[in-house]
């Protein structure tokens, strides 16, 4: 059993995720940011790869205060469970995820990642250990379901995402294209990793809906199961 992944980025009109520094640029406005904050308090866990935690340093909180105070209402934690996926255990034990705001964490790290690594990031968050030498997603998906998570969102990057669409495992896709050009064959795009080749299969999308959003348009699809 998995959660339902729904995955969510920003992208330039051209499809990248940031510059070829891979510094995290500001592509959405007011509005997206609140939809985002929106869908991060809907989910039960909130999941990014560790090239993320390095270019961004993110703590990804849930910002509003109101929905904030929605979810204890609710008797949930104020935030989402923070998910790094890791697969040598390389994640700072000052990183901000680790950090900010109250919670559970959790580090999806594979075999190839060393005990003492483990022993200090256990400090901090639960560590799943999935796959041998780099994280198995499905097999980390399984542990975060045993843990009660049943919506999560994943907010990138490029490498993450690819890996979610290409195994199959994401089942929603939400885009937010910005007005603007950021260029750059080696800046970071909606979904990286070694790409498909032509005999494919492509992963398939059904368009759920397209709407204006700050300066840019939202584009919301379902993820098909196959092709
Ligand atoms: N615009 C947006 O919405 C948005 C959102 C998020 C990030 N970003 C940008 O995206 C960039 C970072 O993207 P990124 O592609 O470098 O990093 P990433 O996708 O955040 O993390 C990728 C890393 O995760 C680890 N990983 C472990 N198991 C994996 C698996 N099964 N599949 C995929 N990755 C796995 C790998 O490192 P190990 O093998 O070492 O574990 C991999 O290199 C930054 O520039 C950031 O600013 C933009």
């Not at 985002?36 to 935690?53: C, F, P, Q, Y």
């Not at 195994?167 to 990793?193: H, K, Q, S, Y």
Request: with cysteine.
């Amino acid at each position: 059993m998995r959660p339902h992944v729904f995955v969510n980025a920003a992208i330039s009109a051209d499809g990248k995720l940031s510059t070829y520094e891979r510094r995290q640029v500001k592509i959405s406005g007011p509005g997206d940011f609140r939809r985002v904050d929106r869908l991060r308090a809907g989910a039960d866990a909130v999941m990014v790869g560790i090239g993320t935690v390095l270019a961004d340093d993110p703590s990804l909180t849930v910002k509003d205060p109101a929905l904030v105070a929605a979810r204890e209402a609710e008797g949930r934690d104020p935030h989402p469970v923070r998910v790094v996926v890791d697969s040598r255990g390389t994640l700072s034990t000052g990183a901000a995820v680790l950090h900010r705001g109250p919670g559970l964490r959790v580090v999806g790290v594979s075999e190839a990642a060393p005990a003492e690594r483990r022993r200090a990031l256990g400090e901090h968050a639960t560590v799943i250990v999935a796959g041998r030498e780099r994280v198995d997603l499905r097999l980390l998906l399984e542990g975060l379901h045993d843990l009660g998570v049943r919506r999560l969102m994943v907010e990138g990057g490029g490498t993450l995402i690819a890996s979610f669409l290409t195994e199959r495992l994401a089942d929603e896709l939400m885009v937010f294209v910005g007005n603007m050009v950021i260029g750059g064959a080696t800046a970071p795009t909606l979904a990286d990793g070694p790409g498909l080749s032509s005999s494919g299969p492509f992963v398939g999308l059904d368009l759920e809906k397209v709407s204006p959003c700050d300066e840019g348009v939202l584009i919301h699809w379902r993820v098909k199961k196959e092709g």
